[in-house]
């Protein structure tokens, strides 16, 4: 992650709570398989990611100069470094402890805020960029495809409502989703949020479209998946308490997948301005909801790195070296991963 995807005024609160830091030529600055304690902040010199390979021998899969910030996610959850990060040169910047970070995020300065969207927004294009290096690769769980994809809206004509065929609104608060949310901060987020009720088969969205609302599943479930030149692959299964859609609600961008009904679901229709008043505001629901979205995106990347780890050991077993590189570069330039 770059610095310039901080605005400098996001960047000076971040720089309060971190403390400086020096390597000289050859010091390691994280380890391989050790606990991820922070992100770093690079203000002069150069850093290598190298990981150890499982036949010997050692990879490189990043290059980190001046500006440059690695170790981000560990901000937000526990986790392991994926990679060794070892200094080029004499390196010098400023380390942020997790601990530090969540204590200025928790004081609700909207500094800290936007702090915290600028590395939500890395996360999302860090999982669009696994993505899409992903569908390159052939899986075992390609198909042909069942059902082309709708050419306009496929919710245009679907009822909203505020009730259920069940009593959803208590249901609420035990989703995942709302883990960390007390009942005011629950009532905020609802309060801008429709009811669908959809049979099985029923698209929500599809790839290329406009995203003007994201989706909470309630009950029931639904597919995410991707469908190019004839073959199609399920990417998830939402289930109860996830979010669907919401990346590209809330960037305003179209949408990179697929997604319908699996099985016969309700589910809250957040439309993307109210969302958006919640999640860029400053209040309690926002940053609850702004943590939400983060386990969120976690949740996918270890989606996705489950499948790029997949595809790396097939490529071994298929001799396919220079393919099996390609991954374990895409994989481990991430310098975290779930503990």
Request: proline share 5%; glycine share 8%; net charge positive.
């Amino acid at each position: 992650m770059s610095a310039d995807a901080l605005q400098q005024s996001a960047l000076a609160p971040l720089l309060e709570v971190a403390r400086e830091v020096s390597f000289v030529q050859g010091a390691r600055l994280a380890r391989q398989g050790e606990p991820a304690r922070g992100a770093f902040l690079i203000r002069s010199g150069e850093a290598e990611a190298q990981v150890s390979l499982p036949g010997g021998g050692m990879l490189s899969v990043a290059s980190f100069s001046a500006g440059a910030m690695f170790g981000e996610m560990a901000l937000i959850e526990r986790g392991v470094c994926s990679a060794t990060v070892v200094a080029k040169t004499k390196v010098e910047g400023w380390f942020v402890g997790r601990d530090d970070f969540r204590a200025m995020v928790a004081s609700r300065d909207a500094r800290a805020f936007e702090v915290q969207r600028a590395i939500t927004r890395t996360l999302a294009q860090r999982l669009r960029t696994l993505n899409a290096k992903v569908r390159e690769h052939p899986a075992q769980e390609d198909r042909p495809v069942r059902e082309p994809p709708p050419a306009g809206d496929p919710l245009a004509t679907v009822r909203r409502m505020e009730r259920a065929s069940f009593d959803w609104k208590a249901f609420v608060p035990a989703l995942p989703f709302f883990d960390g949310f007390d009942a005011q901060e629950v009532e905020e987020l609802i309060a801008c949020a429709k009811v669908l009720e959809l049979p099985r088969g029923a698209w929500l969205f599809a790839q290329g479209q406009p995203a003007p609302a994201c989706f909470l599943v309630l009950r029931g479930a639904a597919e995410v998946f991707t469908q190019a030149k004839g073959r199609e692959r399920r990417v998830a299964i939402a289930g109860p308490g996830e979010l669907v859609g919401y990346m590209a609600t809330l960037d305003g961008a179209p949408h990179g997948g697929n997604a319908r009904v699996r099985e016969s679901a309700a589910l809250l229709e957040f439309p993307r301005e109210a969302l958006l008043a919640i999640y860029l505001g400053t209040s309690a629901a926002s940053k609850s909801l702004q943590h939400s979205i983060q386990r969120s995106l976690l949740k996918a990347l270890a989606r996705t790195n489950t499948l790029l780890t997949r595809l790396i050991s097939h490529d071994r077993l298929a001799r396919a070296g220079d393919k099996a590189q390609e991954l374990e570069t895409a994989l481990h330039a991430q310098i975290w991963r779930a503990d």
